[in-house]
């Protein structure tokens, strides 16, 4: 009985000084809500959404960071508040905070939260994006740029490509032309416009217009070039597609491979993967 009090008594004591060393770090660690209101919220708003203050900023209005919170990575939040932002009201802030206190801020930074909504993306990516990409999204524009239905992207890549462009391409940044919930709403867009390829669909595909001379995908061969030395599921997608498209059965194929739609190459394409994944 009295080994049981004793070892009671030690674990109690136990869980004590346990408790006062996580309350020691938690303690030891920055209040970020609280550095956050005294050199953020002046500009950005005491819940991201930029202050009045903020959206009258020259050249460029303060970010909406609430939009931003959950897409931008801790490593960017942490070069944009240790360095700021050239040709903004940004400004280096690693001489008012100390590393650990910049880490408290994009912490509490990341607590906002934003609900995209598509529709006001559309009506934006008309106004901002259709003249290259087309309004339906298939880039039929010529002027190159690029097909957004069969993108691979996610939600953090389209809002990094729209903020930062493309270098060497058509895709200039967007982050001073575009406000923050506007990217994001226009990538929430973007992406409900993907074409969802199907396998089944791609399987009828195949056999109505390929099984004559491939019984099955595994009987495709790779012919040519580097080809001699790849498989099918080590072709990433563009590479799959121009084998479909352009190999050397296209002229094989009585004009049946041409007469697909783009769309129908991306089912049997999805088909093929899937049946090569099973292998």
Known sequence: MIGTVRHALALAVLCMILAGAGLARAEGFPNGKALYGKNCAVCHGADGSVSEYGKHLKPFPARNLRAMAQWLDADEFRRIITYGLHNSEMTAKKYTLNPLEIEAVIRYIKTFTFRPKPGMGKKRYMQVC????????????????????????????????IRLGRPGTMMTPKFNQISSPDIVNIAAYIYSLRYKANGQRGAMLFRKNCASCHTTPGHIRLTGNAGLQSTMNRLNANQLELRLRYGRHAHLADKSVSKLSSDNIHDIMAYIREWTSKK
């Open 130 to 161: 259709a003249v290259c990409h087309g309004r339906d999204g298939r880039a039929r524009t010529g002027l190159g740029a690029k097909n957004l239905v069969y993108s691979k992207l996610d939600m953090k890549g389209l809002i990094h490509t």
